[in-house]
């Protein structure tokens, strides 16, 4: 009714109590001019039906939609579904697991992007371990090793924030380096040379 009053330049002389009224006679007015394709022109004017249709004693037309042309639809057959999301939890975290092992780190990030259902179960704290465990059993025979060194080198490693660029990083010095690639080693280190920092280049920053 306001963009009507607008549209006319009618004043806005009508209340919250007139609005069934006005609802009514808008109806009204939408029959007497237009129609109902496929029924006749029943409403074109105002007819004997109209107001038996308003009294009730007349059943109202019910347009029925169209059903879609689905001809050009592609529909994917079942087999070509996302198979592997209806494992079970615990079967995908192995999988996922292997994926790491043979991709390294760089798999967390790939993996990570692919849905959330890949995302929640790598970004769990009991898979990072179970994968990096078995990414140090796969570079060392630690039934050799005394159970001191085991205390010293056989541990998890843990996310940090480098002092200059603000990054998080991999910390996992003093101990076994790598880049979680089953079987690839990049060094053993005693001591952190970087304390603090992602690498050698951000600590000769400040």
């Known amino acids: 009714m306001y ?4 549209s006319t ?20 007015s939408l029959m007497e001019r237009f129609q109902i394709e496929g029924h006749g022109k029943r409403f074109a004017h105002w007819t004997s039906e109209a107001t038996a249709l308003l009294k009730g004693s007349l059943e109202p037309i019910y347009r029925i939609p169209k059903s879609r042309n689905r001809k ?25 697991g292997e994926v790491v092992l ?26 990072r371990r179970r994968v990096h465990f078995q990414w140090l059993d796969s570079v060392a025979n630690w039934g050799r090793f005394s159970l001191s060194y085991k205390e010293e080198f056989y541990t998890m490693y843990s996310i940090e924030t480098c002092c200059e660029c603000r990054t998080l990083y991999k910390k996992n010095t003093p101990g076994y380096v790598g880049k979680g690639k089953r079987g690839v080693l990049q060094g053993i ?4 040379p970087n304390p603090g920092y992602c ?3 951000c600590s000769q920053m400040q």
Do not use: N
Request: some cysteine; overall charge negative; aromatic content about 12%.
């Open 3 to 6: 963009a009507l009053s607008i």
């Open 9 to 28: 330049g009618a004043p806005f002389l009508f209340t919250e109590r007139d609005m069934v009224h006005i609802r009514k006679w808008w109806c009204i």
């Open 72 to 96: 050009h639809e592609v529909v994917f057959p079942k087999d070509d579904r996302c198979f592997i999301l209806e494992l079970s939890a615990c079967l995908l975290s192995e999988i996922l």
């Open 102 to 127: 043979l991709e390294g780190d760089q798999a967390y990030m790939t993996l990570g992007l692919v849905c959330t259902t890949f995302r929640d179960i790598m970004s769990t704290v009991g898979f």
């Open 189 to 192: 280190h005693s001591e952190d």
């Open 199 to 201: 690498s050698h280049f």
